[in-house]
């Protein structure tokens, strides 16, 4: 399904004289109006691997360009939009008036601005104020491109941001009206419970709501493989840690011992550090993160670690998307910090029907 913006123009269908000139009007109607059709033409800034420009592909629109300082993920945007022109380097360091001669018109900006220190994954560390306020190009970028729309994704948190009124504010002033919505990505078809901020512009009106299509939920055992493919290592053995062990004991009390479930490896959550592959998955972080713990007849119980194609498939990415750069470390960090392309397109396909 491909999306086109379209404009009206009004066309003389008179019959021109020899003069060049058109006849004095009879009274009756000469004018017709004409669709102009043009396809939507998209930035991605901080696009990381494409996961927002893979969901606005998916809805028809072209990816001109994508921009991100990490030159790896550059390579996976690459390998998957050969379409697309890549540009690495600061967004606050580049020429955008060369950018707008050379790549315009831009309907459509999507941007992720950098998200770390708004998270509350960070814990208590300390937080910069001048990573945050990179959120600044998108208006620098739009005040040049003059998009129709914009797309804004971060964390729930960006709102708590104490520059964020100011950065709505500077978009409003550029003659964009803003709806604001928290998007879980369970909603839409993806087996993972991903709650992310949307701030969503149109220059012609207020963006409509997005309300995601009736799909069934899907659970992690859609997405897990629980046969031998990947390396399984006992359970129990003299150098696990014990809190993996008390997580583990808590699932066992729930489930039995008889039913695979997952564990929070690293890290630490409010849900118990474990959770049954009968909903989605808890979201998924820039870490290696999630255990697989399932029952053995030899060992009692075996475990391993979610592998990349795994964590792809609960990012809601097809496995057409290719992750082939970078360490493992690498691509679990790409994944993590992307958007679910089945909620960008969504977002997508609201905004072109308007």
Request: proline share 6%; net charge positive.
């Amino acid at each position: 399904m491909a999306f086109f913006q379209t404009e009206s123009e009004m066309e003389d269908i008179r019959p021109m004289q020899a003069n060049g000139k058109f006849p004095l009007g009879t009274g009756e109607k000469h004018f017709v109006q004409r669709d102009v059709v043009m396809r939507i033409r998209a930035l991605d800034l901080f696009s990381g691997a494409g996961g927002s420009s893979w969901g606005a592909r998916e809805a028809g629109v072209e990816i001109v360009a994508a921009f991100d300082i990490w030159s790896l993920a550059g390579e996976v945007h690459d390998a998957n939009f050969p379409e697309a022109e890549f540009i690495p380097g600061r967004l606050e360091k580049m020429d955008v008036s060369a950018l707008v001669n050379r790549l315009s018109p831009i309907n459509l900006i999507l941007a992720s601005p950098e998200c770390t220190n708004h998270s509350p994954a960070k814990g208590n560390k300390p937080r910069c104020n001048k990573s945050k306020d990179t959120a600044f190009q998108v208006v620098r970028f739009a005040a040049a491109f003059k998009p129709r729309w914009i797309v804004v994704e971060n964390v729930v948190n960006m709102r708590k941001w104490n520059r964020y009124a100011e950065f709505k504010s500077a978009l409003e002033r550029l003659g964009y009206n803003l709806r604001e919505q928290v998007l879980n990505s369970a909603h839409f078809g993806v087996p993972q419970s991903r709650r992310r901020l949307f701030l969503i512009a149109d220059k012609k009106q207020m963006p409509p709501k997005v309300i995601p299509r009736k799909t069934k939920p899907r659970k992690v055992a859609d997405i897990v493989n629980l046969n031998g493919k990947y390396r399984w290592t006992p359970l129990r053995q003299p150098n696990r840690a014990k809190a993996t062990l008390e997580r583990a004991k808590r699932g066992f009390v729930t489930l039995g011992k008889n039913k695979p479930f997952l564990l929070v490896y690293y890290g630490s959550d409010g849900g118990g550090g474990w959770q049954g592959l009968n909903r989605p998955l808890r979201t998924i972080t820039t870490v290696d993160r999630f255990a697989l713990v399932k029952p053995d007849s030899k060992h009692g119980h075996i475990i391993r670690m979610l592998q990349v194609p795994e964590l792809q498939a609960a990012m809601g990415m097809p496995a057409r998307m290719k992750f082939e750069s970078g360490t493992r470390r690498d691509r679990i960090k790409m994944i993590g910090n992307a958007v679910c392309p089945p909620v960008m397109r969504c977002i997508i396909v609201s905004l072109m029907k308007t």
